[in-house]
Structure formats: C-alpha cells, structure tokens
C-alpha cells in the first residue's frame, strides 16, 4: 500500500526575519519510505503568500505571525 506524506522539514527565521521553509513529500510503501521530493521558499515579512505556502500547517503559520509581530505593514 503506498501513501504520500507532504510535510515541513525546515523552517528557519533569519535575523532580518525572512523564513526559509523547506516542504517534503514523501512516498512510503507499507511504511517505509520509497522516495522523498523537496520544495523550498524563503517568505518576507508579513509576506501575503505565507497564508498559501503554510495553508495546511497552522503552527507555522503561527510561528511565522509572532515572528513577524514587530515588523512594520509596508504602506500601501
């Protein structure tokens, strides 16, 4: 029985407070694991995509709010 796995196997917040995330899919096969694919991103702060890129990842997404919670909103 195969199964995909898709989860975050990096997440680094730098000192000028971009995040370097790293996802991994894995493919197992009864369990053990055949094949790993790797997609990486580096998020700015308060970067609009970070809803998207950690959709299914909630405590990141709260990771990445705090670690952004005294960065100043760009103007708009």
Do not use: G, H
């Amino acid at each position: 029985m195969f199964e995909e796995r898709v989860f975050i196997s990096e997440f680094n917040v730098l000192p000028n407070k971009s995040i370097n995330i790293r996802k991994t899919t894995e493919i197992l096969k009864n369990n053990v694991s055949i094949s790993q694919t790797y997609w990486r991103c580096v998020l700015s702060p308060n970067d609009p995509q970070a809803a998207v890129v950690l959709a299914d990842e909630p405590f990141y997404l709260n990771l990445a709010t705090e670690a952004w919670k005294d960065v100043p909103l760009a103007n708009t």
